[in-house]
């Protein structure tokens, strides 16, 4: 038996989470308060998570490590949420979001998990429209919707290109009244650094306070991450700068296991890199591909300006390759696209870059209707680069965007570690090898204000955690808080001669040539030969300046970059035990004679989940096996 139990319960598909909640424990109301809850993370998931448990009486603790809890990273998400609400009445039902998300992550997600996802998708409009998000309205007063990639319905709400930043504000919002009230207390400019373990259950985190450098414990009944994905391992990509793997990288450590490390989405529509020192690559949200047609010169090496090229000149290759969806391909396909089209010498702007162009939209619709959808967008981009897409066509590249793997969980979002779940875009659940479009801050919110609270509360009865209270002084806590102290002194202590950006750097160029949107085995072999080189040159010579005692930007770099080049090694071993295609894990042996992806379902249809063994020792894989018993697996077809 495999050791991985998703605890998925029993019955119809459309039944199972309704007959599950209706099977967890409950805490009565007056007991609520005598439990605490560590939420690490107030992005979408941690902030709905900390703000909905304080709002049933736990007592929580909400770090981040930004000054405000309202500054996380999900504040930058642009272009809107899906939900199945079917309002412009266009045939959508929470079977198609199902479908669709099941699909779009090509048959590598848990089918009741997405299904849950879907069914609880609406809920979270509701929610987020109590709490006064501004969603974007059509003129009768009904909430309004655009489509987004991998869909043939519009479920998309939004509010203009600032959709992240007006949930996460009604987020914070709901968690303030809870600080307000007593119950919620916020610890900004903290960053969990490891986990503390007591008798086999997660009790408590190790934090460094950033501003004074002091070390802190904090111990709670439960532990919810909600920290956020990993892109940043590619040095390169649209995630904030702080964005890190540190704090599921440090409970992996404990024990937890990594699922599906190697499914990293490229987003196809980002500003191209624009030189070496560039350490932030920006997002065009897929939005814009609801009115802007891509598009590159059919002659090879055209130089000619795009208002030169006339229409008979031009390949607007999604629409040729993909009559059915179009420039609405999802994502992992219309990265590759774009790619082979400039790898094949089509590409402009010196080569990396394809035409988004709004031309025939700005002709049927006006200027100004462009602008109140994209405004904010087309500002950003003209900003950047000093182009005006009314004007000209943006010019776009893939970059990486978004993590599907994390932390292994069951259905009640638990990990392999009792009592620590994982939230958000920090767990693996639900989007398989690639995840669709507005889907993320669906599942932050479907976890944090709908999942979390029932399965959190069944934890503490279940284990009868009243009876097991601990506080900080456990020896638990002096082993962890050593180990940090430790790790802290000896990055201090090197004293070498390269900057922690440098390695980051070159270990972000590392995982872009050799495990990003293609991948082969002799690369992925070369690309751990060398990660491992590059981290034992780290321990030897990294230079990390200031003390451990003070506000150090450096120190905390090197703590995550340390991570990430643990990590890195991980994500390329899972890329190169996956010997199969599926959503963005493109693996060039494996693929139709079309270029599209070619999964090996016989032998690759289940999640992949590691297991920690020691420094230098190779991890174990675990298989979970995915049984598809409501959909059929195909290829993945958008023609
Ligand atoms: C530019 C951009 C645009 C996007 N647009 C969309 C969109 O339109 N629609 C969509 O669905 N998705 C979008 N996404 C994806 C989506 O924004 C994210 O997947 C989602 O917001 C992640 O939310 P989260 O709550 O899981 O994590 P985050 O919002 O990343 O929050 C992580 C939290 O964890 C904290 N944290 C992390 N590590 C530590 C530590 N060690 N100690 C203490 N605290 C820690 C941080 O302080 C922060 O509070 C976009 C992503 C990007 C990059």
Redesign the pocket.
């Known amino acids: 038996m495999s050791v991985l139990q998703s605890n998925v319960p029993d019955g119809p598909l459309s039944e199972k989470w309704t007959r599950h909640k209706n099977n967890l424990k409950l805490i009565a109301p007056n007991n609520k308060r005598k439990y605490n809850i560590i939420v690490?993370?107030?992005?979408?998931?941690?902030g709905a998570a900390a703000a909905s448990l304080a709002e049933m009486g736990y007592n929580v603790k909400a770090?981040?490590?930004?000054d405000s809890?309202r500054r996380?990273?999900?504040i930058?998400?642009?272009?809107?949420?899906n939900a199945a609400k079917n309002y412009p009445n266009d045939g959508d039902s929470v079977w198609r979001l199902f479908y669709d998300t099941i699909k779009g992550g090509d048959y590598r997600a848990r089918e009741a998990n997405v299904y849950r996802l879907a069914e609880v998708s609406a809920n979270i409009i509701d929610q987020c429209v109590a709490q006064g998000v501004p969603f974007a309205r059509e003129y009768g007063g009904l909430l309004a919707n655009r489509t987004f990639g991998g869909a043939q319905v519009s479920r998309t709400f939004y509010a203009r290109g600032q959709?992240?930043q007006q949930l996460l504000l009604g987020a914070y919002s709901a968690l303030m009244r809870q600080v307000a009230k007593g119950k919620a207390q916020i610890y900004s400019r903290?960053?969990?650094l490891d986990l503390v373990m007591v008798d086999g259950m997660a009790r408590g985190i190790i934090?460094r306070n950033m501003v004074t450098g002091e070390i802190e414990r904090h111990a709670g009944d439960a532990v919810l991450l909600?920290?956020?994905?990993y892109g940043n391992v590619y040095y390169l990509s649209?995630?904030a700068m702080g964005?890190?793997v540190?704090?599921t990288w440090r409970c992996y450590k404990r024990g937890a296991y990594y699922a599906n490390p190697c499914f990293t989405q490229i987003h196809p529509t980002c500003i191209p890199v624009s030189g070496d020192y560039q350490s932030k690559l920006t997002?065009m949200?897929e939005s814009l591909r609801n009115d802007g047609r891509v598009w590159v010169p059919k002659k090879a090496d055209d130089n000619r300006p795009p208002s030169q090229i006339p229409e008979e000149d031009r390949d607007y290759y999604l629409e040729r390759r993909y009559p059915a969806f179009g420039n609405m391909v999802p994502r992992d396909v219309a990265s590759r696209a774009a790619k082979e089209r400039c790898d094949a010498g089509y590409g402009v702007g010196e080569g990396k870059a394809v035409y988004l162009d709004f031309k025939r939209a700005i002709e049927e619709q006006g200027e100004k209707a462009i602008e109140a959808k994209y405004g904010n967008l087309f500002h950003m981009y003209k900003k950047i680069t000093n182009e005006n897409p009314y004007e000209t066509p943006m010019k776009i590249y893939p970059a990486v965007?978004?993590t599907m793997g994390g932390l292994w969980v069951d259905y009640n979002l638990e990990s392999t570690l009792k009592g620590l779940f994982v939230?958000?875009?920090?767990n693996f659940s639900d989007h398989g090898a690639n995840r669709l479009?507005?889907?993320?801050?669906?599942q932050?919110l479907a976890d944090g204000y709908f999942v979390a609270p029932y399965t959190v509360g069944n934890h503490l009865a279940v284990n009868d955690l009243e009876r097991k209270k601990i506080d900080t002084k456990n020896p638990a806590f002096d082993a962890v808080e050593q180990d940090v102290r430790g790790r802290i002194d000896k990055l201090l202590s090197i004293k070498g001669r390269r900057s922690v950006d440098s390695f980051h750097r070159e270990l972000g160029v590392t995982m872009w040539d050799y495990c990003g949107m293609a991948r082969n085995a002799d690369g992925l072999r070369q690309a751990i030969d060398r990660i491992s080189n590059i981290r034992r040159e780290f321990w030897e010579n990294v230079h990390v300046t200031g003390t451990g005692q003070e506000l150090n930007q450096e120190l905390e770099k090197a703590g995550r970059v340390a991570d990430f080049l643990e990590f890195g090694e991980l994500l390329a071993r899972d890329a190169l035990a996956r010997e199969e295609s599926c959503g963005g894990h493109f693996r060039e042996e494996h693929q139709t004679a079309e270029n599209e992806a070619r999964r090996d379902d016989e032998n690759f249809a289940h999640v992949a989940a590691w297991e920690y063994q020691g420094d230098d020792v190779e991890p174990v894989r675990h298989k979970e096996e995915l049984n598809f018993e409501n959909v059929q697996l195909t290829q993945r077809s958008y023609k």
């Open positions: 690490v993370g107030t992005g979408l998931a941690g770090f981040c490590y930004q809890a996380a990273h999900s930058a998400a642009q272009g809107g949420i959709t992240g903290q960053e969990m934090t909600c920290t956020g994905g649209t995630n964005c890190n540190t704090a997002l949200s965007h978004y939230l958000g875009e920090a479009g507005a889907s993320a801050l669906m932050g």
